[in-house]
């Protein structure tokens, strides 16, 4: 009788984890973008700060995302049809997540260092923002062509699904 696979294994780890920091760095573009249309004061300021904080839970899990990535290539490299989609997906990963991370020093250098000219890092960091959850979109549509249209990482059961049986 066949078993089926753990969920635990290492090509599974990505996806299990990389669903986090796409939410949590588009988010903070969303956020990001929303404080263009505030006015000075609370409302303002609390989203300064929960975009400065998403932007570095996204950038920290994003490369985690992309380690993760990494352990699971050489598994599921073998498994698809088209490498190049997985070889794109990756590249477009490591784009999306360098952009998110340029974002994050530039608002870094917003916050400590108070002679910084304000408005340029503003809207360098609006760029990459944007910039960078285009790139994390076109990622996410790779990656579930890798997933969907590929198999990349999934499990077939056999024709009868003995397997299921308990």
């Not at 290492?10 to 920091?21: G, I, K, N």
């Not at 990535?69 to 490591?94: A, F, K, M």
Request: glycine share 10%; net charge positive; with cysteine.
């Amino acid at each position: 009788m066949n078993q089926v696979p753990s969920i635990w294994r290492t090509e599974l780890w990505h996806p299990m984890l990389v669903h986090f920091p796409v939410a949590t760095l588009l988010l903070t573009t969303i956020a990001g973008f929303i404080m263009l249309f505030l006015k000075k004061g609370d409302a303002k300021t609390f989203l300064s700060n929960m975009t400065s904080l998403l932007l570095f839970i996204g950038v920290l899990t994003g490369w985690l995302g992309i380690y993760t990535g990494l352990l699971s290539y050489n598994i599921v490299v073998r498994q698809i049809c088209d490498p190049e989609v997985l070889q794109d997906h990756q590249n477009w990963g490591y784009i999306a997540v360098i952009l998110y991370s340029c974002a994050l020093a530039c608002l870094a250098v917003i916050r400590f260092w108070k002679k910084a000219p304000q408005m340029l890092f503003t809207y360098t960091v609006l760029s990459l923002l944007l910039a960078g959850g285009t790139a994390l979109g076109y990622c996410g549509h790779l990656g579930a062509a890798v997933v969907y249209q590929q198999g990349g990482g999934t499990y077939t059961p056999s024709a009868n699904c003995t397997e299921f049986v308990r």
